[in-house]
C-alpha cells in the first residue's frame, strides 16, 4: 500500500461521512484494508484513547495481573500490595526482556532472563550478581507508569499520559446507564480470540442490530424485533442502541430483587460501543463483552468476557441458567465471527464500493465519523 493510496483512504472517507445520515453508504474499502491505514489509526486512535483491560473484580487480590501489549508497548496490569490497580511497562530495565505473560498470580515481577526482581509498585526489590558494579543502584529504577483508571468495574489503560480521565470522558455514558449498576457485576468468564477480519468490521457489527435476524437467524435472531430497536444519537466518546427482551430470557430480565429498574427498563439491553474497542451487551440480569485491537488489517484480537448482576449471583437458579447463556453467547459470537470474516474476505476483493445504510446503521455512521475525526486530526 503507498502514501498516495493511505491519502486517497482518508479522503475517501472524507467524502464518505460529508453527506446526512439518510443519504450515507458503509465506509470504503481502502479504510478497512490498508496496511498504512491501520498505522494511522494505532498512532492517532488506538496510542491516545482509554482501552479496555477487562474487569477489575477478576484482579482482585493483590499481585493478581494481566499483560496487553498497545502500539507495540508490552504492558502489565495488576493489582498491588496497597490493592491500586497499575499498569506498567511489562518490559525489564536489565536487557530489556519482556517480564510476565498471559494472566495470573504473583508476589513480584521476576524477569525469567537473568532475574532482575521488581515489587508490585514497579519499584526495584533485587538484582543478582550486580555488587561489582559500582555505579548500579537499585532505587534508580523503577517501571514506567501507564494510565490506569477503573471506570464502572472496567480496567480502562492508555498509554497516553495527557488524555483526560476515563470518568470525564465517558460522564454521559455514566449518566445514560448508571442506575444499571453495572460497577457491580461481576466477570465469571474471559477468554481471548483472533478473527480475520478488520477491526471496524468487528465494531460496526456490534453496534448495529440489523444483522441479527438473518446472521443469527440459528439462535437469537427470532427474539430481536427490529421495529422494537432504538437507535439513538450517540456521543463523540460512545454509540448505542436498545434493545427489549422477551419475558422468556431468564437472566435478560431484571431480578425481583432488583430495585434500581423501573417500566420498561426492567427488560432493556443496552448494546454499547465505547470508541474506539469495547463492546457492551449490557442486560438488567447480566452483561457481556468484547474488548478488541487490532493486530493487522485482516487480524483483530479480542478480549471477551461476562457475568451476572449482583442479584442473580446470590440466586441458586442462576449458575444453570448462566451456563446455558454462555453456550447462547459463544454460539452468537460464532456466527458474528462467521458473518465478519466473510465481510472482510468481501472487501478484500470487493469491485464496487459499499452500499447505503439502513436507518438501523445510525451507530456505524456516528463511528465513521469518529474515525475520520480521530485520524484526520
Ligand atoms: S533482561 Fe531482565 S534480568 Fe536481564
Ligand atoms: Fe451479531
Known amino acids: 500500500m503507498t502514501k498516495f493510496e493511505r491519502i486517497d483512504a482518508l479522503g475517501e472517507l472524507r467524502a464518505n461521512v460529508a453527506v446526512p445520515f439518510n443519504q450515507a453508504r458503509a465506509m470504503p474499502r481502502n479504510v478497512y484494508t490498508s496496511q ?39 504492558i502489565v496490569v495488576l493489582r498491588d ?17 519482556t517480564l510476565l505473560q498471559g494472566s495470573g498470580n504473583t508476589r513480584a515481577i521476576v524477569c525469567p532472563y537473568h532475574a532482575w526482581t521488581y515489587n508490585l509498585d514497579g519499584t526495584m526489590r533485587a538484582a543478582p550478581g550486580m555488587t561489582l558494579n559500582e555505579a548500579f543502584c537499585k532505587h534508580d529504577y523503577k517501571l514506567p507508569a501507564f494510565r490506569c483508571e ?9 498509554i497516553d499520559k495527557d488524555v483526560p480521565p476515563a470518568s470525564e470522558k465517558l460522564a454521559d455514558l455514566g449518566r445514560l446507564v448508571g442506575h444499571y449498576g453495572m460497577e457491580n457485576y461481576v466477570e465469571s468468564f474471559r477468554e481471548t480470540l483472533r478473527w480475520n477480519t478488520n477491526w471496524k468490521v468487528l465494531a460496526e457489527n456490534f453496534m ?15 427474539q430481536v424485533d427490529l421495529a422494537e430497536v432504538e437507535c439513538p444519537s450517540g456521543t463523540p466518546t460512545f454509540n448505542y442502541h436498545c434493545a427489549l427482551k422477551s419475558d422468556e430470557q431468564y437472566l435478560a430480565l431484571a431480578h425481583p430483587n432488583n430495585t434500581r429498574l ?10 454499547i460501543t465505547v470508541y474506539p474497542g469495547l463492546f457492551i451487551s ?5 452483561f457481556w463483552y468484547l474488548s478488541l485491537y487490532p ?53 478484500v476483493g470487493g469491485l464496487t464500493q459499499p452500499g447505503h445504510l439502513s436507518h438501523l446503521e445510525r451507530p456505524n455512521f456516528e463511528f465513521a465519523n469518529y474515525i475520520l475525526s480521530k485520524c484526520d486530526a
Open 262 to 271: 423501573t417500566g420498561e427498563e426492567r427488560r432493556k439491553t443496552y448494546i
Open 208 to 222: 448495529e442490530s440489523y444483522h441479527v435476524p438473518v446472521c443469527h437467524r440459528n439462535t437469537i435472531g427470532s
Open 36 to 74: 498504512e491505514f491501520l498505522e494511522v489509526e494505532i498512532d492517532k486512535i488506538f496510542s491516545k484513547e482509554w482501552l479496555c483491560a477487562g474487569r477489575a473484580s477478576s484482579l482482585s487480590k493483590p499481585g493478581d495481573y494481566l499483560t496487553m501489549e498497545i502500539a507495540g508497548y508490552p
Open 150 to 158: 477503573e471506570w464502572l468495574g472496567w480496567i480502562m489503560v492508555s
Open 295 to 347: 493486530r493487522a488489517p485482516g487480524e483483530v484480537e479480542v478480549t471477551y468476557g461476562g457475568g451476572l448482576a449482583p442479584e442473580f449471583l446470590e440466586d441458586p437458579d442462576s449458575e444453570k441458567h448462566f451456563a446455558a447463556l454462555k453456550v447462547l453467547i459463544d454460539d452468537v459470537n460464532a456466527e458474528d465471527k462467521g458473518c465478519t470474516e466473510k465481510v472482510y474476505r468481501g472487501l
Open 81 to 97: 500490595a496497597e490493592k491500586n490497580l497499575r499498569a506498567m511497562s511489562n518490559v525489564c530495565l536489565h536487557r530489556m526482556s
Open 282 to 286: 449490557l442486560s438488567p440480569g447480566y
